[in-house]
Nanobody, 123 residues
Framework: QVRLVESGGGLVQPGGSLRLSCAAS????????MGWYRQAPGKQRELVAA???????NYADSVKGRFTISRDNAKKSVHLQMNSLKPEDTAVYYC?????????????????WGQGTQVTVSS
């Protein structure tokens, strides 16, 4: 099993910054790509930023130039630096580890999610 634990959410004023962190534990390779999604009330969960298998990054158009994803492979962690926050960034942010090889079932892949951390941007 893989456990993802997020931290760093909170309340911030428009234009402010927050840094989210996600620590993975369990049967997940150190270099496994992870990412961040978010879900606002009444909306579908959407990709915010993620690493791909070749080490490149993908960002939602709405956060390009404001958010930066980074990782520490040794610590199996991924971070999301969020700058110039806007009210529309308000959402629950989830850490994701997709297609993690199952250590017990050959060829099986599992998706894992953190419990989510609330980010509220408001004056």
């Amino acid at each position: 099993q893989v456990r993802l634990v997020e931290s760093g959410g909170g309340l911030v004023q428009p234009g402010g910054s927050l840094r989210l962190s996600c620590a993975a534990s369990g049967s997940i390779p150190s270099f496994h790509p992870m990412g961040w999604y978010r879900q606002a009330p009444g909306k579908q969960r959407e990709l915010v930023a993620a690493f791909t298998r070749d080490g490149s990054t993908n960002y939602a158009d709405s956060v390009k130039g404001r958010f930066t994803i980074s990782r520490d492979n040794a610590k199996k962690s991924v971070h999301l630096q969020m700058n110039s926050l806007k009210p529309e960034d308000t959402a629950v942010y989830y850490c994701n580890a997709p297609m993690v090889p199952d250590p017990l079932v050959s060829g099986a892949l599992n998706d894992f999610w953190g419990q989510g951390t609330q980010v509220t941007v408001s004056s």
